[in-house]
């Protein structure tokens, strides 16, 4: 999976871009490297990757999984909304049932309407629905109508996912480590688990969203500062977000944090 974000749909967290990667023996790629790389990747594992690009502002490319694995890729859209999902849902029948889903329904399309259903109209915010997810997972949603990014990383740790800056400014997304590494020279780190990253709102821990986020440098094995490593900062406290009404959904949970 790799989700590719211009600098002007996404806020990412300054600590991410490290001043190494300008004397990094390993340059920062351009957006249209990191992809042609990805694609060029998957193709030779003969995995019939594909990528939908949404203007010059975002990019989503996805390889399906050739081997059975508990750890699944999906990739769905619904009314101009698309995610990829890594991972599975323990209990997806009993959250399928609970949002008068189909049981057909599968990860990716279930995150794509809840999503919609909390952007739209939900009463709760984004990290009790979060919470309620039980398994391992980890998934980028891009919202072309809104021009909205929203990533989220299991708090068990066993997706990982990992971010970083290309040349360009761009975000990178994948769960690939060697891709984002090699895309963004020391300007990278992994997504922080028990967390979820909105667009325009920042990066929130949905496992203690009363809790600020705090960046630690990262140092690589070469003793260089590498990104930042966000952890959550058990002496602060954010507002606390409203539970109820339009403003607690998806889309501008972050306006108090």
């Known amino acids: 999976m790799l989700g590719i974000f211009k600098e002007k749909l996404i806020n990412a967290p300054k600590e991410l871009n490290s001043p190494a990667s300008l004397i990094s023996q390993t340059k920062p790629k351009q957006s249209h490297e990191i992809l042609n790389n990805f694609m060029s990747s998957c193709t030779s594992s003969s995995s019939n990757p594909f990528f939908m690009s949404f203007g ?64 739209d109209r939900g009463p709760y915010p984004a990290d009790q629905v979060l919470k309620e997810l039980e398994g391992s997972f980890g998934f980028v949603i891009y919202d072309n109508k809104d021009g909205t990014v929203f990533v989220a990383s299991g708090s068990d740790g066993q997706v990982g996912l990992f971010w970083g800056i290309a040349a360009d400014g761009s975000i990178v997304i994948s769960e690939n480590l060697e891709l984002v590494k090699s895309s963004c020279a020391k300007s990278f780190a992994p997504f922080p688990t028990g967390c979820l990253f909105h667009s325009e709102h920042g990066l929130l821990s949905f496992q203690h969203p009363t809790k600020k986020m705090k960046a630690m ?15 959550v900062d058990s002496q602060s406290k954010n507002q606390m977000m409203p539970r109820v009404g339009s403003e607690a959904n998806w889309a501008i949970w972050g306006s108090e944090a």
């Open 56 to 119: 010059n502002d975002a990019v989503l490319a996805y390889s399906p999984s050739k081997k059975p694995s508990i750890h699944q890729r999906l990739f769905s859209g619904l009314d101009n909304i698309y995610c990829v999902f890594l991972g599975s849902l323990h209990n997806l029948s009993q959250l399928n049932k609970q949002y008068g889903l189909s049981k057909g329904t599968n990860e990716a399309m279930f995150i794509i309407e809840a999503y919609r259903t909390l952007r």
């Open 217 to 231: 440098p990262r140092i690589d094995s070469e003793g260089i500062m590498c990104g930042a490593n966000f952890n």
